[in-house]
């Protein structure tokens, strides 16, 4: 199995994020444990800074694990539980399309309320360097739903060899068994959608 990357990004800054970002990171860690070389790298950034915030995001990886509320009254952002730290994507879309770097990560976990709906989909198209496997949530999600989705879902894409698959073929597959996991942990259905996202026209023109 080839050494894979995993950003963790912590835009929510409160005690219930810090405790779910901390039990991602301990089940990551899990992971690797006993193995004689690491088969996951994590990354973890938990910062206020634009800047930071921004590079975390074009950062190459495998997964791109974000953690915040998620609005889209006006347009879709990520935000903390103060306030003062808000990231919109149409904001992250023309600063990607300034230096001609997008998201480019194989996969995308916006761990947030409702943010799977159409409008975070089609805003998420225009940061795109390229095709995504995006897992957005239908409702709103709290820290429970979110640690039973992550430990089915990373579960499932470190146990598959991935031998012959693509990342995005690997973290689709993973994105579906945790969404079969979790329905059949919880007796409810899973409020964490699957999809396949291409870069918009936009995107396109801006990272060629």
Same mark, same amino acid.
């Given at each position: 199995?080839?050494?894979?990357? $995993?950003?963790?990004? #912590? =835009?929510?800054?409160?005690? %219930?994020? /810090?405790?779910?970002?901390? +039990?991602?990171?301990? &089940?990551?860690?899990?992971?690797?444990?006993?193995?004689? $070389?690491?088969?996951? #790298? =994590?990354?973890?950034?938990? %910062?206020? /800074?634009?800047?930071?915030? +921004?590079?975390?995001? &074009?950062?190459?990886?495998?997964?791109?694990?974000?953690?915040?509320?998620?609005?889209?009254?006006?347009?879709?952002?990520?935000?903390?539980?103060?306030?003062?730290?808000?990231?919109?994507?149409?904001?992250?879309?023309?600063?990607?399309?300034?230096?001609?770097?997008?998201?480019?990560?194989?996969?995308?976990?916006?761990?947030?309320?409702?943010?799977?709906?159409?409008?975070?989909?089609?805003?998420?198209?225009?940061?795109?360097?390229?095709?995504?496997?995006?897992?957005?949530?239908?409702?709103?999600?709290?820290?429970?739903?979110?640690?039973?989705?992550?430990?089915?879902?990373?579960?499932?894409?470190?146990?598959?060899?991935?031998?012959?698959?693509?990342?995005?073929?690997?973290?689709?597959?993973?994105?579906?068994?945790?969404?079969?996991?979790?329905?059949?942990?919880?007796?409810?259905?899973?409020?964490?959608?699957?999809?396949?996202?291409?870069?918009?026209?936009?995107?396109?023109?801006?990272?060629?």
């Amino acid at each position: 199995m080839r050494n894979r990357r $995993v950003s963790l990004l #912590d =835009i929510g800054l409160d005690q %219930s994020f /810090d405790a779910s970002m901390a +039990f991602v990171q301990s &089940t990551l860690q899990s992971i690797n444990a006993g193995l004689p $070389v690491p088969i996951v #790298d =994590i990354d973890f950034v938990r %910062s206020r /800074d634009p800047d930071t915030i +921004f590079a975390a995001f &074009t950062a190459a990886c495998d997964v791109l694990h974000v953690m915040a509320h998620g609005d889209h009254a006006e347009t879709p952002t990520f935000s903390s539980t103060d306030g003062k730290t808000m990231l919109a994507l149409q904001e992250f879309g023309d600063y990607a399309a300034e230096r001609g770097h997008g998201l480019n990560a194989s996969a995308v976990l916006a761990d947030g309320c409702k943010t799977g709906i159409g409008a975070w989909q089609k805003a998420l198209r225009d940061c795109l360097h390229g095709e995504i496997v995006y897992i957005g949530t239908s409702t709103r999600v709290g820290w429970h739903e979110g640690t039973v989705f992550a430990s089915a879902f990373y579960g499932a894409l470190f146990r598959n060899k991935g031998k012959g698959q693509t990342p995005l073929a690997q973290a689709l597959d993973a994105a579906d068994r945790a969404v079969k996991a979790y329905e059949a942990i919880t007796d409810r259905a899973c409020p964490y959608k699957v999809m396949v996202l291409e870069p918009s026209r936009q995107a396109r023109l801006a990272f060629r």
